[in-house]
C-alpha cells in the first residue's frame, strides 16, 4: 500500500516537472508575422495610459499592437513616434527611415514610462503599405 502511494506522488512530481519545464521553455512569439491585436495612433495610444494607467495596461500588456505617428526621434535600433510612444527594435531600422515622416510600426507592449511619459514597444518592426 504504502509503495503505491510513492509510485503515485513520483508520478505527480515527475508531471509537475515536464509541465514546469515546458511553461519555462516555451517557444518565443515572432511578433513580426503576428496578427495585430490592436489599430491605434500614437498619440491616442499614450492618452490612454495617461487617462487610465490600469485599464490600459490590462487591455495592452503583452499584446501585438500596431501603431502609426510622425517619427520624432531616431537612432540605429529605436524609434519614438509623437514623442510619447518608444519603439526598441531587434536589429538595426529596416528599411531605414527619416525624422518627420508618418509610419506604421507593429510591436508588443511592455509598459508605459511615468518618467519619461512614453509608451514601451519592443519587437518591432516598420509596416510597408
Known sequence: MQRRYYIYILALFIL????GYNYVYQDHRNIETESADFVI????????FILSPDQSELKYINKTIEVS???TDLNQSDMTLNNNVFCQFKKDIQPPQKTNTIVKIKGRCIGYDDLLEQVKLDQCSVIED
Open 16 to 19: 509537475g516537472l515536464y509541465f
Open 69 to 71: 505617428g510622425i517619427i
Open 41 to 48: 495612433e500614437a498619440t491616442a495610444f499614450s492618452e490612454a
